[in-house]
């Protein structure tokens, strides 16, 4: 019996690793490399788009992580089809996914994955953040804080957000994998949710410094991320801000959240930053 981790050297998956291993138990990680090596864990060779891997990945787990990769909205839709097959198959034990702040009730790939997660009977649990403080560690953030004291961010000054950190996706996948009673839909995240001059004082309390907020536009995150992620998903990003900022507010809903449900609280921004270690 072992975890299953997706994503295990990525942002969020490694987090993930790092407190099952932490916990004494048994990791195994999916990647396109098999030459990659994790530490406390095991790696297989199994990507998305194979789901006979997946199926024999996924069979006998005591729980297995997922969540989309960035990429066109016809791949992760195929990588869906994949998932599920391989869960309807391999009848694992519990599977946690996390819609990695990815919009839902659209009809996207993530509620196509909710949806097949649900009829396939296999007992789950979808972690739903909202916007990931990570976020905040792009070079053109992380350079203008230092630099000039802004922190520059696709968003409206006044826009309520409930950030969240990959920390604390792993703090509640973890807990969901010992947690069968705890099913649907789990929102982590800051409540209150908290605004862009919220954040920049918290960033300036960590850096000993003041930082203001600074309102950039979508479409100059889209050309500062481009570079690292490529056009056509950087794009996608770009819409998404486009459209949250029409919205009164990006907070999670107080029925059914982590601190609520699970008892554990996600990080206040400043405790993230210390948690890293942000120097």
């Excluded at 009829?119 to 792009?138: C, K, Q, R, W």
């Excluded at 991320?225 to 009164?248: C, D, F, Q, R, S």
Aim: charged share 15%; proline share 8%.
């Amino acid at each position: 019996m072992t975890y299953v981790i997706h994503g295990a050297t990525g942002a969020q998956g490694a987090p993930v690793v790092a407190a099952l291993a932490a916990a004494g138990k048994p990791v195994t990680v999916l990647t396109r490399n098999p030459d990659v090596t994790v530490a406390g864990a095991r790696v297989v060779a199994a990507g998305y788009s194979s789901p006979e891997a997946l199926t024999e990945a996924y069979r006998g787990a005591d729980g297995v992580f997922v969540h989309l990769p960035i990429a066109s909205e016809e791949q992760r839709q195929a990588y869906v089809r994949n998932i599920v097959a391989a869960v309807r198959a391999a009848r694992p034990a519990r599977v946690v996914l996390s819609t990695s702040g990815m919009p839902t009730g659209i009809g996207g790939a993530v509620d196509l994955l909710t949806g097949g997660l649900a009829d396939s009977g296999v007992p789950h649990a979808v972690i739903e953040p909202t916007l990931f403080l990570e976020n905040l560690l792009m070079p053109y953030v992380m350079d203008a804080v230092r630099e000039r004291g802004v922190l520059p961010y696709p968003i409206r000054a006044d826009l309520p957000i409930s950030w969240a950190s990959h920390l604390d996706i792993a703090d509640a996948a973890v807990t969901l994998f010992d947690r069968h009673d705890v099913t649907g839909v789990v929102s982590v995240g800051q409540y209150p949710a908290i605004t862009g001059p919220d954040l920049a004082q918290a960033f300036g309390a960590h850096f000993g410094k003041n930082v203001v907020f600074e309102p950039i536009t979508p479409e100059q995150m889209r050309a500062s991320i481009a570079p690292m992620i490529g056009e056509g998903p950087a794009a996608g990003v770009a819409a998404m801000y486009t459209a949250m900022n029409t919205l009164p507010d990006r907070s999670i809903p107080p029925d059914n959240f982590a601190q609520q449900l699970l008892d554990i609280a996600p990080r206040t921004t400043g405790q993230w930053l210390t948690d890293i270690k942000c120097e």
